[in-house]
Nanobody, 125 residues
Framework: VQLQASGGGLVQAGGSLRLSCAAS????????VAWFRQAAGKEREFVVA???????VSADSVKGRFTIARDNAKNTVSLQMNTLKPEDTAVYYC????????????????????WGQGTLVTVSS
């Protein structure tokens, strides 16, 4: 599946942004879709995922602030980010994996086959 991420930008701390990931190719509805992020000089880290059955997994650092949702009819996944903090500054990537990833695999970069190009989110203090 081909993925296209969009929606990044510059926002002040406490503000909100909404990212979108548009997919094309294989049947998107059967995929687990996740957002990862990579800050400058750091490794790529898991943020949040939504499975084919609609269940969600979130990193502790974003629980209560970030919400992932999917629209299978439109082949899109969104990430609503609220109460943004400077430490949320990173390039955000959407990724997809075939099928329903189990809990032990959903966090891992290597579990995902397809990646979007990334969109930069900058949170100023």
């Amino acid at each position: 599946v081909q993925l296209q991420a969009s929606g990044g930008g510059l926002v002040q701390a406490g503000g909100s942004l909404r990212l979108s990931c548009a997919a094309s190719g294989r049947t998107f509805s059967r995929s687990t879709v996740a957002w990862f992020r990579q800050a400058a000089g750091k490794e790529r880290e898991f943020v949040v995922a939504i499975r084919s059955d609609g269940s969600r997994v979130s990193a502790d650092s974003v629980k209560g602030r970030f919400t992932i949702a999917r629209d299978n009819a439109k082949n899109t996944v969104s990430l609503q980010m609220n109460t943004l903090k400077p430490e949320d500054t990173a390039v955000y990537y959407c990724a997809a994996a075939e099928g329903r990833l189990i809990s032990s695999r959903v966090w891992s970069v290597s579990s995902y086959d397809d990646w979007g190009q990334g969109t930069l989110v900058t949170v100023s203090s």
